[in-house]
């Protein structure tokens, strides 16, 4: 008996110490919030400018009051009295899961990094360059970096739950509130408003602006950039029994054969892809929907008009059932060669192991030839130059959230049958609620992710307001910026649209 009472004394004691273990958890106190203030000069649009960078954490809380989230973001703003009417436009790139580091130290950020422009050789190792942007924007616009929670310093805190955050309205809803929060502690609420992002960024940046036009505190943006636009995945989704995506990705690889020297020479870049796009529209989507009913004839032409486009073997594109998939079309073009293209840009080359295989087995050239030197970037930048000390690593991207993402647009308990995901509508119908809302879509030829005739099919539709649309094209692919010509091109580009009325 003795025994026995001893035993549930240690149980009893032992369920004492656990919930006050779990009672000390939860009332861990969060420490303030960090901040970091550095000034700084530069010239930007010609003209010498004194700018203060403030880097830091921004807490969204709960009903209660209560912190939930850290958002971490890099703020430019002119030294001196706060201009209250002066334009902000507020950048991040995509993933979801990556972190606003490529649109930060590649175009923005008043300082960048430099990789090959020619897309001919890897970035290689440590040391990398960090030199001034002399086409920033800071003569023009305040710019503020954001990073979703999970990526850079971002995360959940305190009763935080990160499937709060990892979705794509419960993102948009948690960037909008950021905005917010910035333009009321700035006092900026009666400044021109812009948001810049590029590939999920950019279906953030629809969403977000979504968001901002409810919860009672509505704020109307002034302009969207849209940097290699992801609106509907129906066109940039490359796969089996997805018509459209046939005909979207067609015009990218017409481009980036000629480009490798495989179709089109004696021919513009421009002439030979409005050919492509002519003959997707007129003759290929039409077979496709034919299918079987396609006679032996007119499946012929179709393949040897293909050929012509893209410089594949007739018996490769018969094989193929006239229906290119692009991951296989990426090792296919330069297969004689034993060369396997980018897909976030079709300039850079790999050389794999594996030559006979359907599709890429080393990654993305187009991405392990630049991201060396851009995370190192990053984190040298934050320390030695905005002098920020963190005790957590800075992630440039975040693979966790892909497999823990939810698409759905509508609240659970809603009925809802996957499909493909599409905020052009939104977008479409906010053009409609705001007269003043335009959009620059800036896309590359050879970007074979999200491709430039996806752009033009997606903004030709979806209720879009085409008078209040600028499409502009580079001769690179997803980060054009990464191309020294279209980094100017693109800056000119983006400039002309912050000035225009």
Known sequence: MKTAYTIVFILLAAFTLYGQDQKKEETKPIPEAKEFVTTHQGTFGGKAIKYKAVAGETYLKNNDGDPVASIWSVTYKLDGPENTN???????????????????MGFFGPQITKVDSDASSDDGGAPYPLINNNHGMLDLTDLVFIDPVGTGYSRVIGKGKTEDYWGLMEDARSIAAFMREWVTKNKRWNSPKYIAGESFGTTRAAAVNYELEGDGQEMSLNGLILISQALDYQGSTSAHDNIVSYVTYFPSMAATAWYHKKAGQGKTLEVFVEEARKFALDEYVSALYKGTRLTAAEKSHIADRMVYFTGLSKKYIEQADIRL???????????DQGITIGQLDGRY?????????DRATLGDPSSYNISGAYNAIINHYLSSQLKVEMDRPYLTSNGE???????????????????????????GDSMRRNKDLKVLVASG????????????????????LKDQVTLT??????????HEPDLVKLATDIRKFLTSK
Request: charged residues 25%; aromatic residues 20%.
């Open 445 to 464: 030829y050879y970007d074979l992710i999200c491709p430039f005739f996806d752009a033009e099919y997606t903004f030709a539709r979806n209720g879009i």
């Open 473 to 482: 094209y580079y001769e690179a692919g997803h980060m054009m910026y990464v």
């Open 401 to 427: 959230l892909g497999s823990k993402w939810r698409w759905r647009d509508v609240p659970e308990g809603r009925y809802w049958e996957p499909s493909y995901v599409n905020v052009a509508r939104k977008l």
């Open 325 to 335: 998939l692009m991951p296989r079309f990426r090792k296919e073009l330069l297969r």
């Open 349 to 357: 080359k790999g050389d794999e192991y594996d030559d006979v295989a």
């Open 86 to 104: 002066r334009p902000v436009t507020f950048v991040f790139n995509g993933g979801p899961g990556s972190a606003s580091v490529w649109l930060h």
